[in-house]
């Protein structure tokens, strides 16, 4: 198989001739086929290859049994303090208390 990536006269003379014929199907407009040459380009390249797309690729992340991606647990590692408190220094509660004495004693400590 030819590589998709490398031009040739005869990939060239291909793309030139689907330009053409996309531009007459078009009704000959002003631009010139020139204009057509991308689509003309993709269309060659599907030609070519039209089992582009259609190979499975495996994931790079395993998945569980429902099809989910099981995320590694090292990913929670560097996220801060899970522990409902506002600072690095667990010094502050950030939920409120459940009565005033709770309050007052831990703010005392």
Known sequence: MDNPLQDSPQKEARILAKAKELWIADGKPG??????????????GMENNPDAG????ASSVPLDANGQPIEPAWIEEN???PGGSMNELDDKQEVPFATRKEEKDALNN
């Open 54 to 57: 259609q190979i499975p690729v």
């Open 79 to 81: 996220l801060g303090n």
């Open 31 to 44: 631009c010139g086929p020139e204009a057509y040459r991308e689509n003309a380009s993709e269309l060659i």
